[in-house]
């Protein structure tokens, strides 16, 4: 018994260091759920797609790039993750 | 691709743990060498041919130096083939542009030729291939016998694009044998964030400041406005360095591997001889190592000894980049360390610790210049400027307003830069162990690093573009 609960709280313990790790897959998990959107009315802007795939592109690194692109510009909730850098620079470097 | 992107964190690194994991023992290395070879070929994918020719080659001459049956000679013969051909790769992807317009300014001519782009790492894995072919010409590790461990050894792509320089003799057991737990995952996941949070908090925002100094002409910039602006510079370099190399020790720490630290405080040392034992250290012990042991070490005499600090300085300087600046800057850090071990290193005992510390700290300061200009004449320039001899204004309202505005990210960076949070996170351990218990202790760390975790995440979502500083040394 004393041994059995011993393991639990060690796996417990261990979970809870499974934190980090379970917030970013968490995200990615969401990343592929959630569709895209084409346009940002924050940004006033039209987000990236994903890119068409040409073996030319890929070996100068633009498909890459634009891989990058699409990838930051449709995380989720990308305004949210804006506002609370704008929040936190206000309070940490008063700008 | 770039530890700092959301791509790498938010999708290369949950895929590849995941596959590595869960694909069990047996391919585990295989998966790992995969995944190593698909981030250096991302973005840049022809030279990924050019690493894994090297890896190829290298592996060959490995085995050949490992036989029992090979005579002295043979033995030499593969050893300077190697280094030869290690050495004239990096010599041509890294300093032809460099020797080309160094010799056309000598002769005289007009040489026009085009200058190869430089392969990611490429300083990086030349030095960790010389590290394996040495010590196996040496007889003090054996040949790999597996292609596989041998090219993770070389790619492994937590250490691949920016160190640390992986000693093959420390790695050697762990290729093929390393004890994974889920604590050492964790714990591989915290320092990985830790690094993130030195280079995406620290290193980008203080590196705001240098870039508004360094953008304003020379006569506007006041003394004051000057030392804000390469103390930030300091601060930048060191956090996005020492930030690189926690996030490649705690991902290789995720993945079962134990790397040396790279970094321990250098700001906090009393001396250049010392600064250089807690800066990049990996590189300091390989050029000790690999160079200054071989041509003798300090027990020669005294001109012997000048100049093997003269060549190993040299050596250093120009390995951090392909242009004199950075050769000035190693020869200079050669003769503070001369001095040191001459005579001045005995007086110092004798100074007060304050007065030890800011010798330190001013020379190292004035050194960045010397770093961060590659035009030498911009350089001393700006090093007028910080001493008052170009007849600048002392202090302006622009040096105050913007030492106002950044005034707390300059003292977090301070502190952080300073052995204080580690001891500061030590002291509430012992303090809050015993009282809230091991199981909410861990919570509450762990929530620690989550909210960390969003904090990177708006910062990095804020700002898509992040290059390196020493990304591409």
Redesign the interface.
């Known amino acids: 018994m004393r041994i059995n609960s011993k393991k639990k709280l060690a796996l417990i313990q261990n979970g809870w260091g499974m934190l980090p790790f379970l917030l970013i897959l968490a995200l990615f998990i969401l990343h592929l759920a959630l569709p895209d959107k084409t346009f940002s009315q924050e940004e006033r802007r039209y987000l990236a797609q994903w890119p068409v795939f040409d073996i030319e592109t890929v070996l100068n690194g633009s498909y890459e790039s634009k891989v990058e692109a699409y990838f930051s510009d449709q995380f989720p909730f990308r305004d949210v993750w804006v506002h609370i850098q704008e929040g936190s620079n206000q309070i940490l470097f008063d700008r | 691709m770039v530890f700092s992107?959301?791509?790498f964190?938010?999708?290369f690194?949950?895929?590849i743990?995941i596959l590595y994991y869960s694909l069990g023992k047996h391919f585990r290395n295989i998966v790992l060498l995969t995944a190593s070879l698909f981030f250096y070929a991302?973005?840049?994918?022809?030279y990924v041919l050019l690493m894994c020719s090297s890896i190829m080659i290298n592996y060959w001459i490995g085995t050949l130096l490992g036989r029992d049956d090979t005579s002295k000679r043979k033995r030499q013969l593969f050893l300077i083939i190697s280094l030869v051909f290690n050495l004239g790769c990096l010599a041509y992807f890294k300093y032809i542009g460099l020797i080309i317009s160094t010799l056309a300014s000598m002769s005289g001519w007009s040489l026009q030729l085009g200058t190869p782009a430089l392969p990611l790492g490429i300083s990086f894995y030349t030095f960790q291939t010389l590290s394996y072919v040495i010590e196996v010409y040496r007889g003090k590790v054996k040949a790999q016998k597996s292609l596989i461990l041998f090219a993770l050894y070389i790619a492994m792509f937590p250490q691949l694009v920016a160190g640390p320089i992986v000693n093959y003799a420390d790695l050697e057991s762990q290729l093929a044998d390393r004890s994974m737990t889920?604590?050492k995952?964790?714990?591989g996941?915290?320092r990985f964030?830790c690094g993130l949070a030195k280079k995406v908090l620290l290193a980008n925002?203080i590196g705001l400041l240098w870039s508004e100094v360094k953008a304003m002409p020379g006569t506007e910039i006041s003394v004051l406005m000057a030392w804000v602006g390469i103390i930030a510079f300091a601060l930048q370099i060191y956090f996005d360095f020492s930030g690189y190399s926690d996030m490649a020790i705690g991902l290789g720490k995720m993945f079962g591997f134990r790397f040396k630290e790279n970094f321990r405080y250098p700001y906090s040392s009393q001396s250049i001889s010392e600064f250089w034992r807690r800066w990049h250290i990996s590189l300091g012990s390989w050029f000790k190592e690999y160079v200054y042991i071989p041509l003798g070490g300090s027990r020669v005499g005294k001109w012997k000894l000048i100049l093997n600090l003269f060549f190993v300085w040299f050596l250093t300087g120009l390995w951090h980049g392909a242009s004199w600046n950075f050769v000035f800057w190693g020869l200079y850090f050669g003769t503070l360390i001369y001095i040191e071990k001459v005579f001045l290193l005995k007086s110092m005992a004798r100074w007060p610790k304050a007065v030890r510390h800011i010798y330190l700290l001013l020379l190292v300061v004035i050194g960045w210049v010397f770093f961060e200009f590659n035009n030498m004449a911009d350089g001393l320039s700006f090093l007028r400027i910080m001493f008052g001899v170009g007849g600048n204004a002392l202090m302006d309202h622009q040096g105050i307003g913007r030492l106002?505005?950044?005034?707390?990210?300059y003292i977090?960076c301070i502190f952080a830069a300073s052995p204080g949070p580690q001891n500061l996170a030590l002291f509430f351990k012992a303090l809050l162990l015993n009282r809230i218990g091991?199981?909410i202790y861990?919570?509450a760390?762990?929530?620690y690093?989550?909210t960390l975790?969003?904090?990177l995440?708006?910062?990095m979502?804020?700002s898509?573009y992040n290059p390196f500083i020493y990304f591409r040394f």
């Open positions: 992107s959301l791509l964190t938010f999708a690194l949950p895929v743990a991302w973005g840049e994918p022809v889920f604590k995952f964790n714990a996941m915290r964030l925002n106002q505005a950044y005034a707390l990210l977090v091991c199981n861990r919570l760390v762990n929530l690093c989550c975790m969003v904090v995440t708006a910062y979502v804020a898509t």
